[in-house]
């Protein structure tokens, strides 16, 4: 059997550092600073913690929620996407397909349905305020 070797590459990274940190005194607001917001600045995901006994569970625990959120997944897959170079194959693939050839356009002549074909858009004119064609 023949082992496969897939080298992965980083295509960037979330740490604490790309985040906003807001802590909530609670209660016992002089004893200790437990509860944690976590925000992420680039999705504007964000997740709250404050199930811990320490700042530090806390820290993580809303980290791993911001992570789940759906705002921070869309955004993971925009990113990840557009490091893959997928964003641009789609635009091109749009761009192939809004060409004038591939376009039509129907208009309502004298109660009929009539279809313009866009071969030789120049030469086309026509007159919306009488729906007629020329």
């Not at 295509?11 to 550092?17: E, K, P, R, Y």
């Not at 869309?74 to 490091?83: G, I, P």
């Amino acid at each position: 059997m023949t082992k496969i070797n897939k080298k992965r590459e980083l295509l960037f990274s979330v740490s604490a550092f790309d985040c906003d940190w807001a802590y909530n005194y609670g209660q016992a607001g002089d004893k200790s600073v437990t509860a944690v917001r976590c925000t992420h600045r680039a999705s504007g995901a964000h997740a709250y913690s404050q199930d811990g006994h320490s700042q530090k569970d806390n820290k993580s625990a809303s980290f791993v929620k911001m992570c789940g959120t759906k705002e921070f997944k869309s955004w993971h897959q925009r990113e990840v996407w557009k490091k893959m170079g997928v964003l641009d194959a789609i635009d091109r693939a749009v761009e192939d397909g809004m060409t004038m050839t591939n376009l039509r356009l129907e208009l309502r002549v004298n109660g009929k349905w009539t279809e313009i074909a866009f071969n030789d858009p120049l030469n086309l004119e026509i007159d919306l305020e009488n729906l007629t064609v020329q």
